[in-house]
């Protein structure tokens, strides 16, 4: 059994390995299947073809669900567009002050002159919107656009994420009074039933900050943890514990077990034996909890191998713990093969599986030793999966978790199940239970905090490539391996490349550009050989979210950037400013030179000024503007930066409008020249003068501008400017990340797309913009 999940797993992974879906695999699949067929039993070669015609079932089974999300998604002539649609809201709607967030399963969908396949789901915000609820059905207006997300090096894939949970489009509800709600929640709907639970449980502890804790382990509902508490239990490696899974299912269905062995009338003995009908007590108590948690994936992979071991109790039948696991493996990737995309799918089998690999039959010492033992083991193994997905990894976890896991899992989870199961019969009983739960994780928070905060809680590495993940993988199964201790220092050498790692930085006179995918904004990352520029942020979003957080942070560590030299705000518009305070909170000794900047927490702040001039590794960096005049629009006082090496040269010039070009051309025009121009304001009609464009001159030129943005930037005049001069032209909402790497000797380098080079199957890929005149 165990062969065969890893090669159904092999081929599930091999398809997410393609940019576009390979053609005729089914042809590849008949011919593998058929030569299994006729290798005759007993044949050296029978296990291998027997494995390799599962790994081809793998790969054909992923790309059937593939195909199938794929040919419903929202195509890009529809997006923009307005469409009336009736569905059902599945999830517990996310509420801020202002807008509600949702996922609605598509039961109607009205387009005119269209004709095709339409998204079964999708994703909305309503803005001033009537309160809506899970499990009702509406009818709304909308404007919806294909998935679409940020791609940049480190970063997250929104797409992949879109694509995991079946998402085929997503956009917003249009002001109408064609919204309206159809039909409320059926009785019986679990969703609304989670957010019936979860709002109960916001109403008991609104007074508590540990509200979000107790509702995310009663209905897998994490939005009311707030970001702050995240980082902790990120730094502590104990954010695991706010997922219901294995342990949690367990005590679950170990509950239902008990109260059936108590309740159960003697009477029935003579129908069917008390243990068989405490094992299936104890599976629908375990089904209804996995239901109050989403069937998230580690609660799937403990519901399967807690039914497996039911199956097997029930038959009479004994099985090995690795066995079940892998069946579990095999019915979870059959149910839903994108789940390999899911972190929660590789931590929690890997996590179960080393404890079977490493544990079982060893340690007969004291269980608190080999609790501690196992704590230590499962880090080792979960840490190179960790720097893989991460970037980081715990360096506390194993102390926090071997406190925090008999904490939570003995005490907080029994308290909720308890509270879960009193809720219909006694409201205050209930809540009282809730309290006590909100009131435990009080009292044990201060002791994760200090531990959150010691220097070296937690480990920000560049992420190891595939080939060197699956070395230290391969080390540490030898390190942990029962029989082969002789073997264990191979084990520590091929663990090595991935703590060692580090990108490579430009030689000494060349110099790298990346102006990274924030969206509707700006933000670049100049690197010389051993120094760091951050030109502008991009934008704050929410409380939760902005492009320093989302984009930069995560693209740093990528990099291996451990210090930034100096922060540029070119104007404190926030959609150059709006990542800066993120930024500066993880980097606080880098010193702030810009315009705007008077509110940012920095080690310095000083205003950017023409004259300014420093050179870098053989790399110039010139400030060409702000000038001494007086200028009312923010945009006209952005700092404007030219670098120049052997190789070529850069013009930054933030959001400068005409009336600055103008000046620029009167009193600098002899510096303007440069082989890349980041484009005025995104490509506005309110620079690019042609003038100004004659006198830059560029090779390639760069619109900071997102994915169908609002203000419809870059204009097509503009872009008619610059294709009349023959650049080559770039706009990162298209190609997400863009790297320019100019080199001293060769000059600049083939402009590299991030999205273009590194996007999957999944990712939309858009066109190029036009490339000549």
């Known amino acids: 059994m165990f062969h065969i999940a890893l090669s159904l797993l092999a081929g599930i992974l091999s398809l997410n390995l393609f940019p576009e879906l390979p053609g005729n695999i089914i042809y590849l699949a008949l011919f593998v299947a058929a030569t299994a067929w006729y290798v005759k039993t007993g044949s050296v070669f029978e296990n291998v073809y027997r494995s ?48 509600q967030r949702f996922i609605l399963e598509l039961e109607a ?26 499990g009702e059905t509406w009818q709304f207006k909308v404007r ?44 019986l709907d679990g969703t609304a039933t989670r957010q019936t639970i979860a709002e109960n449980i916001e109403s008991v502890l609104h007074d508590s900050a540990f509200a979000g804790f107790v509702a995310a382990l009663a209905v897998g509902d994490r939005s009311a943890i707030d970001p702050h508490q995240w980082r902790v239990l990120i730094n502590t490696g104990t954010n695991h ?19 059936c062995r108590r309740l159960f009338p003697a009477r029935a003995m003579q129908f069917i034996p008390a243990q068989h009908a405490a094992m299936i007590c104890a599976v629908i108590i375990a089904l209804a909890y996995a239901m109050l948690a989403g069937f998230a994936i580690p609660t799937q992979r403990a519901l399967l191998m807690l039914m497996c071991v039911a199956c097997a109790s029930l038959l009479r039948r004994t099985s090995r713990p690795m066995d079940v696991l892998a069946l579990a493996l095999v019915l979870v990737l059959l149910w839903d093969p994108a789940s390999v995309m899911s972190a929660g799918f590789w931590f929690s089998f890997l996590a ?26 499962i880090a080792l193994a979960l840490f190179p999966l960790s720097l893989f997905m991460f970037q980081q990894t715990s360096l506390v976890s194993p102390l926090a978790n071997l406190f925090m896991v008999p904490y939570v899992s003995l005490l907080v989870v029994p308290l909720i199940l308890l509270a879960l199961v009193m809720l219909p019969l006694s409201a205050t009983a209930s809540a009282a239970l809730f309290s006590v739960a909100g009131r435990l994780f009080e009292l044990i928070w201060p002791l994760l905090q200090w531990l959150s905060d010691l220097p070296y809680s937690h480990w920000l590495k560049p992420q190891p490539g595939i080939l060197i993940t699956i070395l230290a993988l391969l080390g540490v199964a030898i390190m942990l391996a029962p029989r082969i201790q002789y073997w264990r220092a191979a084990g520590v050498i091929l663990l090595i490349p991935a703590v060692t790692w580090q990108p490579q930085a430009p030689q000494h006179g060349a110099y790298e550009l990346n102006v990274l995918d924030v969206g509707q904004g700006l933000a670049i990352v100049v690197r010389t050989h051993s120094h760091t520029l951050v030109y502008d942020t991009g934008a704050h979003f929410s409380d939760r979210l902005d492009s320093g957080n989302a ?3 995560p693209f740093l560590t990528h990099e291996g950037i451990e210090s930034i030299d100096l922060l540029m705000i070119s104007h404190g518009d926030d959609d150059h400013i709006g990542g800066a305070a993120s930024l500066l909170e993880a980097y606080p000794q880098t010193p702030v030179l810009g315009q705007g900047i008077e509110k940012l927490a920095a080690a310095s702040r000083n205003p950017c000024k023409a004259g300014q001039k420093w050179q870098w590794d053989g790399v110039v960096f010139t400030l060409l503007h702000p000038d001494g005049a007086v200028y009312t629009a923010t945009n006209n006082r952005s700092c404007v930066l030219k670098i120049t090496g052997m190789g070529g040269s850069v013009l930054l010039t933030g959001d400068i409008e005409k009336k600055v070009e103008t000046r620029l051309l009167q009193h600098k025009k002899d510096l303007l020249s440069a082989d890349i121009l980041i484009a005025p304001h995104h490509g506005s009609k309110s620079s690019s003068g042609t003038d100004f464009i004659e006198a ?64 999957k199957y999944w990712n939309q890929l858009l066109p190029k913009l036009r490339q000549d005149g």
Not at 352 to 377: C, D, E, H, P
Not at 718 to 723: H, K, P
Request: some cysteine; overall charge neutral; hydrophobic content about 45%.
């Open 109 to 134: 969908f009205s387009a005119h002159d269209y004709s095709g396949p339409v998204p079964e789901k999708l994703k909305l915000s309503w803005y001033y919107g009537e309160p809506v609820r899970a």
């Open 696 to 759: 830059v001159s560029p090779q390639i030129v760069v619109f900071a501008a997102g994915y169908r943005n609002r203000y419809q930037f870059p204009k097509p005049e503009i872009v008619e400017r610059f294709a009349a001069q023959g650049a080559q032209m770039y706009m990162s909402g298209h190609a997400g990340a863009i790297r320019m790497v100019v080199h001293p000797q060769s000059g600049i380098a083939p402009v590299e797309s991030y999205r273009e080079n590194h996007g």
């Open 52 to 99: 390799l015609a599962i790994f081809v079932f793998g790969m054909c089974w992923a790309q059937l669900h593939a195909s199938d999300y794929l040919q419903h998604l929202l195509p890009e002539e529809l997006a923009g567009k307005d469409f009336v649609i009736t569905g059902t809201i599945c999830d517990i709607p996310a509420s801020a002050e202002t807008v």
């Open 144 to 187: 919806l656009k294909p998935p679409h997300g940020f791609m940049n090096p480190g970063g997250f894939d929104y797409e992949a994420w879109l694509f995991q949970n079946g998402i085929n489009a997503t956009g917003y509800v249009r002001k109408s009074e064609i919204n309206r709600k159809l039909q409320p929640a059926a009785l």
């Open 352 to 377: 179960v599986a080393v404890i079977f690999y490493a544990l079982t039959g060893r340690m007969a010492q004291s269980r608190w030793l080999k609790w501690g033992w196992m704590q230590i083991v």
């Open 241 to 259: 514990l706010m997922a219901i899974s294995g342990l949690h299912i367990g005590l679950a269905a170990a509950f239902g077990y008990w109260l």
């Open 551 to 553: 984009v930069l942070l």
